[in-house]
Nanobody, 114 residues
Framework: QVQLVESGGGLVQPGGSLRLSCVASGFTFSGYAMTWYRQAPGKERELVAHITSTGGRTDYVSSVKGRFTISRDNAKNTVYLQMNTLKPEDTAVYYC???????WGQGTQVTVSS
């Protein structure tokens, strides 16, 4: 059974940082590209970052380029999202997802507010 468990969210002031983690199980993690999505209140879910199965290539939505970094540790079945210089518009529930697998975790809430 595929499971994705996100953690690391919280309340942070503008300009602050958070590191999200997503532990995966139930599939061969090292064989799949991974993504982070986010969904803000009243908005559609948005793809934020993508990383290939080996970690050799990463891509980002333009609004987070230069501020967010996606990475993975295949030995730990974990994908990370380092978020720096956070802005109020980054407030959302963040989810990880394996490319080509239609499973979602419960997400982790990120709130950026002073």
């Amino acid at each position: 059974q595929v499971q994705l468990v996100e953690s690391g969210g919280g309340l942070v002031q503008p300009g602050g940082s958070l590191r999200l983690s997503c532990v995966a199980s139930g599939f061969t993690f090292s064989g799949y590209a991974m993504t982070w999505y986010r969904q803000a209140p009243g908005k559609e879910r948005e793809l934020v970052a993508h990383i290939t199965s080996t970690g050799g290539r990463t891509d980002y939505v333009s609004s987070v380029k230069g501020r967010f970094t996606i990475s993975r540790d295949n030995a730990k079945n974990t994908v990370y999202l380092q978020m720096n210089t956070l802005k109020p518009e980054d407030t959302a529930v963040y989810y990880c997802k394996a490319v080509l697998l239609d499973y979602w975790g419960q997400g982790t809430q990120v709130t950026v507010s002073s």
